[in-house]
């Protein structure tokens, strides 16, 4: 029985890949553009087709197509890449034409789209189109809507694209495997009026979680829940690119999580409403404001606001271990323990001993520890004030009077006008009200960044 279905899968397979061959001729496959840096890419203005304003994708790009006889043509390719996180990281990871994640692809509602899917894994993989309204069998389901594309092989999918919205790509094949290693992209299908809803500066990215070993390169594929690098485009902070606007300008940012958790995105110094889900756009009165927006797994949320508060404005994940780098899940608490007797013997045996957390784990965040190559500090980043403390999830808004209209280039720090930052009092100390609780003589211990992270241990 067994082998009789998958006699017949196997056939059925070959029919399906001739059949698809055929309708495409003998026509010669589309280029396949390919990108080897994290750099933002300007947006990708359409030169053919109908127009539309084109996405910003934060560390990435949008795949150039060409038009075939009323056909949209994108070819993706599907292959091992290598991904810098952040400066002093990179990751071996798969994705596509280049990068993880793979280039965004935008379209238009009643675009006619023909994607070509060649495949460069060790292993077959497929694409499914996340959230699209299509044909059952260009639905990329390994085994369920089509047979799997085995490595080496090219397939076509085909189909019109019915609704404009937020969509992701991702493959169908040994999920979790290819999930992990980064195999993912944001698929955004423009409205047909660029009117409709439109906005000054649209960003996309997709989230992503990672499990690497502080030292090394690769994800470990088998990991379920315990991930340590959280990522937007496979990249952490301080790697993630800024989200530059002109004070004033309508917002969008389009978000879709492809983790394994949810993620509670929370913008600082403005409201925003969430202006397009899964489903497609939320009508406007049925909008309502907010500061945070949870993005579930397999979600996508559009974010939208009109950038009238000029700052550097924080912009994260609200978990406050997804704007962290890798670390050692089981750090114990220690803040408030006395550790001065335990470090003193320590050190007799070990003279470089260090103590971490014993005052918090701010300090970490200015400490320059050795790490092992190839790993980033669990908190680092600075400010104009100093160290920022962040990794993962993090970003900064730079809302700027008077940037010319795409111009997405880093203004560098907010200059605070006179007397808006927060300052030091100066003044007579309050009266202690009551006894300290902890002696706070005796020798300062130095910290040790156990983070530097050794992961679970
Ligand atoms: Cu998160």
Same mark, same amino acid.
């Given at each position: 029985m067994n082998s009789r279905r998958k006699f017949l899968a196997g056939s059925a397979a070959g029919l399906v890949g001739a059949a698809m061959v055929s309708r495409v001729g003998a026509a010669s496959l589309p280029e396949a553009p390919m990108r080897e840096n994290a750099a933002m890419a300007p947006p990708l203005f359409p030169k053919t087709g109908p127009q539309y304003n084109p996405v910003v994708t934060l560390n990435g790009w949008s795949l150039p197509w060409r038009m075939n006889n009323g056909w949209k043509e994108f070819h993706l390719i599907a292959e091992p890449v290598r991904r @810098?996180?952040?400066? &002093?990281m990179t990751a071996n990871l798969w994705g596509y034409n280049g990068q993880s994640p793979g280039p965004t692809i935008e379209c238009v509602e009643g675009d006619k789209l023909r994607i070509f899917v060649t495949n460069k894994l060790p292993e077959h993989t497929t694409i499914h189109w996340h959230g699209v309204l299509l044909p059952n069998g260009m639905? %990329? /389901? *390994? *085994?369920?809507?089509q047979p799997h594309i085995p490595a080496g092989k090219t397939f076509v999918y085909e189909f019109q694209m019915k609704h404009s919205g937020t969509f992701m790509y991702h493959p169908h094949a040994d999920e979790m495997v290819q999930m992990a290693m980064g195999m993912m992209g944001s698929l955004i299908v423009h409205p047909r009026?660029?009117?409709?809803?439109? /906005?000054?500066r649209d960003f996309a990215f997709v989230m992503a979680a990672y499990d690497i070993e502080?030292?090394? $390169?690769?994800? !470990? /594929?088998?990991?379920?829940?315990?991930?340590n690098l959280w990522t937007w485009n496979s990249r952490v902070f301080p790697g993630i690119d800024p989200l530059v606007v002109r004070r004033n300008d309508r917002v969008r940012v389009r978000i879709g999580n492809l983790t394994m958790t949810n993620h509670p995105i929370h913008l600082h110094g403005h409201n925003f409403n969430v202006s397009l889900t899964d489903g497609g756009w939320v009508p406007k009165g049925a909008r309502w404001p907010e500061v945070s927006a949870d993005v579930a797994v397999g979600q996508m949320r559009a974010i939208e606001f009109v950038a009238d508060n000029p700052g550097d404005w924080a912009f994260h994940c $609200? !978990?406050?271990? $997804?704007?962290?780098?890798?670390?050692? $899940?089981? /750090?114990?608490?220690?803040? *408030?323990?006395?550790h001065r007797g335990v470090a003193e013997r320590i050190n007799k045996l070990i003279p470089d001993y260090m103590l971490m957390g =014993?005052? &918090?784990?701010?300090d970490m965040g200015e400490m320059e520890m050795p790490l092992p190559d190839n790993t980033l500090p669990m908190m680092s980043g600075s400010g104009p004030f100093g160290a920022m403390e962040m990794g993962g999830m993090f970003s900064v808004v730079k809302v700027r009077q *008077?940037?010319?209209?795409?111009d997405y280039t880093d203004p560098g720090w907010y200059q605070h006008p006179a007397g808006t930052v927060a300052y030091e009092w100066k003044g007579d100390p309050p009266p202690a009200s009551r006894k300290p @609780?902890?002696? @706070? =003589? %005796?020798p300062v211990l130095k910290a040790r960044k156990l983070g530097a992270g050794s992961h679970g241990h």
């Open positions: @810098q996180l952040a400066p &002093g639905d %990329g /389901v *390994g *085994g369920l809507t009026d660029p009117n409709f809803n439109r /906005v000054d502080p030292g090394a $390169h690769t994800p !470990k /594929v088998a990991e379920m829940t315990d991930f $609200h !978990k406050s271990h $997804h704007t962290m780098n890798a670390m050692g $899940h089981d /750090v114990p608490t220690i803040i *408030g323990v006395d =014993e005052r &918090g784990m701010a *008077g940037l010319a209209r795409n @609780q902890a002696a @706070q =003589e %005796g």
